[in-house]
């Protein structure tokens, strides 16, 4: 018994019957170096579990015997941050319901056949959708990698160091669903033109390798839509020109006729750069004029970073109180770092953004509520609960402060002004919100740590959070009283429309510093270098998305957004680094 009195959290999640669990934190490290650098046993012992995250424990080197036998429902396995390595003994598999495993910044060197990810036959990992392997020592892949994971749909290898991928990774039929690749930064040589049997592959980022040809079959990949192969050593110097300066389809169709010295299919890659050149010119000069035309269809995706919320120094949290679940029980919050609302209309755009969400995606707030929040104002930990009308005050935007029983009689007394000025039904603003509130005894609420209400969903948030055009780092909350599936669904749409707003805003900057160093060139002076403060590797000037913790009163896990499944609609045009 006295062994298990260093794990209160696994006495806590089998009383509580608990389905995810957070092992994280500076008291770890000490918990798993008594346990000889694994797990505890009880740990596998708890078959409800279907998300389990152990991270940032530099004792951890060997998850443990008995992970597949004793966890048969878990879906997510995230063990990222830690010591794992060089090799994996035991095997993690079979782990028949996986779905998301995150090995991430550990200290990998191999994942041999039989003992890496699970057994081969029958499959190990049936149902694994999305493998992370990035940020570790790896220098090859098991040849049965496929086998073992047949359902895989993403494969992140970014920052290891691979020379070459198994021949069996692209056999015919053995990767149908994979559609995203990344293995950036490794010490890949070449590339076997049999990567066009992977069908439904979407997202390949090869940057910063040592590959010096690409095969002309990489075009044949019928669905492939962003391909990255910046910081290579291509023979082919026009190839190499147009990585760095073309869109995918034209790359692709370069490839498709033959590359240099082809004749005809060297006219036809020429032409394709000089159309895209053209194309890039109009759409500077269309920017002005049309803010949405600067979206996703931009050469350059803009990043988004997520930080996990174990890796920030002061990571926001919001508990729950048990109150809330009869009222609007679902939350998910996010923190966004780099917002620039500042140029242009971009502060409009996002507003109207978020109101174009609220009609279309939340359906008129009656499946979600969204409120933005101005982060500098805030001091967290946030508690969101509910209160009785008469209890609750808040400053409304735009409004004095008052109880919620008023704010609500005041926004009714309104509405009905309306409906006889205008004659007819049908009302604006707030006033269309107030029959969401029907029949509730209690109001729900999001507190910050200085007591004052911060939002009153799914009414209004308060003037103290308000967003101005000097906002830059933003708390983002959904609420809703339906599910926690579209709480995640609509934080991804805003933040994504986010990104493109940031991406425009990015744009029409570089567009008019262009045109000023086209000027200074013109008067004899060499044009300046288009940077961005902040800018990514190649120019991009990222998002930072933080995680943010949602927990219950005992400081249990409840949600993490964003998790490893989370955002993953952003592929087509925003790049995610987690």
Known sequence: MAAEEPWPELELAERERRRELLLTGPGLEERVRAAGGRLPPRLFTLPLLHYLEVSGCGS???????????LPQLHSLVLRRNALGPGLNPELGPLP??????????ALEALPPGQGLGPAEPPGLPQ??????SGNRLRELPADLARCAPRLQTLNLTGNCLDCFPAALFQPGALPLLSELAAADNCLRELSPDIAHLASLKTLDLSNNQLSEIPAELADCPKLRELSLRGNQLKDKRLDKMVHGCQTKSVLEYLRVGGRGRGKGRGKAEGAEREESGKKRRERKQRKESSEGAGSEAARPLLLRVLPASASPAPMTVSVSPEVKDVRPYIVGAVVRGMDLQAGDALKRFLTSQTKLHEDMCARRTAATIATHDLGAIKGPLLYGARPPQELKIVPLGRREAKAKDLVRQLQLEAEEQRKQKRRQNVSGLHRYLHLLDGKENYPCLVDADGDVISFPPITNSEKTKIKKTTSDLFLEVTSAASLQICKDVMDALILKMAE???????????????????DATAGQPPGPRTHVGAGPDGAAPLLVEQVRVVDLEGGLKVLY?????????????????
């Open 60 to 70: 951890l080197r060997e998850p443990g015997p008995g992970l597949a036998q004793g």
């Open 501 to 519: 707003i940031n991406k425009s805003t990015l744009e029409n900057k570089e567009g008019d510093a262009l045109s000023d160093s086209e000027g």
């Open 128 to 133: 694994l959708q999305s493998l992370n392997l």
């Open 97 to 106: 319901a996986l779905r998301v495993l995150d090995l991430s910044g550990n």
């Open 562 to 578: 964003p998790s490893r499944t989370d955002l993953e609609a952003a592929a087509a045009h925003v790049t995610v680094v987690r």
